[in-house]
């Protein structure tokens, strides 16, 4: 549908894109000189009853993260019988555009892996897994400091964990989702990290980690290491690979820790302060994860604890 041209004291500017269930619209709001997106449910599934409560249980999710890294929703609202929620407009577009420049460089895709893991970790804590992470569904933003800021959004296919544990449905981009949700089964955060080490490899080469059909990640085996493409060390190739190991029991136990093992592989890149967990130790040995680098992911939590210590004793001195 076609929205109005005004929303109480919103403005309609444009209409940014279209899909299968929804539309998204550039908005003005005048009285706070501010852009803002609008996104709502196509005509076509408005009368249904449970697609209508899918729709308004994203923003509810989107609304609770309270993350700079997810997308935030500011109000929603209904015209015509058709809902719709109002959201940050993220004026530089998505990660897709990133890749139509060409691979991005290993800074760049540490830091956007970063910004990634952290609104996925807040959306796992509250018990939502995405199940569809691919360039797309990562929007950027300028900060207030015009520095690139990405947040995670289109929650259209998520469910909470408790829920997705049972699913039979298979949601999600073949070119970036876990061979586990091809197999119709439950899912658990492990889904979006192989989705987001996915994001990764392809950011980094310009080529996606696999191609082809829903039932061939049945059988889906890794990739070429990044390395094949792009020169980088050994140790990216690593933590990449094991973000897309095809067994989940080998892979990052969660985002966090793969973002983390990232950026201590990439050098001269400042690695986010979290804490990580490594992979199942049995992985570690078959998928040649050298001690090199789970050494320096070590140190990594370490120098943040210490850092994080050392400004609170600066702060009350």
Known sequence: MSLPDRLGRLRRVDRLGVGAFSSVWLYRDEE??????????????????????????????????????????????????????????????????????????LARVVSLMGQAGDGLAVLHAKGVVHRDIKPQNLLLASDG???????????????????????????GTPAYMAPEQALGGGVDER??????????????????????????????????????????????????????EPDREHRWPDVLSFVAALAAAAPGVQAPSVLMRPPPRRDVARAGVPAALLAALCVVVALATFGASYAVVELLQ
């Open 32 to 105: 706070l000189r501010s852009d803002v997106a609008v996104k709502a449910l196509a005509d076509n599934w408005a009368q249904r009853e449970d697609v209508r409560e899918r729709f308004l249980e994203e923003a509810r999710i989107l609304r609770a993260a309270d993350s700079d890294h997810v997308v935030r929703v500011y109000d929603v609202g209904e015209v015509d019988a058709t809902p719709y929620f109002v959201m940050t407009y993220a004026d530089r577009g998505t990660v897709a555009d990133v890749l139509e420049e060409g691979p991005a460089d």
């Open 145 to 171: 400091l015009g520095r690139e800021r990405l947040m995670v959004a289109d929650l259209g296919v998520a469910k909470a964990l408790i829920h997705a544990s049972g699913l039979t449905d298979v949601v």
């Open 191 to 244: 889904a979006d990290v192989h989705g987001l080490a996915a994001v990764a490899y392809h950011l980094l080469t310009g080529h996606v980690s696999r191609d082809g059909s829903v039932s061939a990640l049945t059988t889906a085996a890794l990739p070429p290491p990044p390395s094949t493409y792009v020169p980088v060390p050994p140790e990216v190739d690593d933590a990449i690979l094991v973000g897309l």
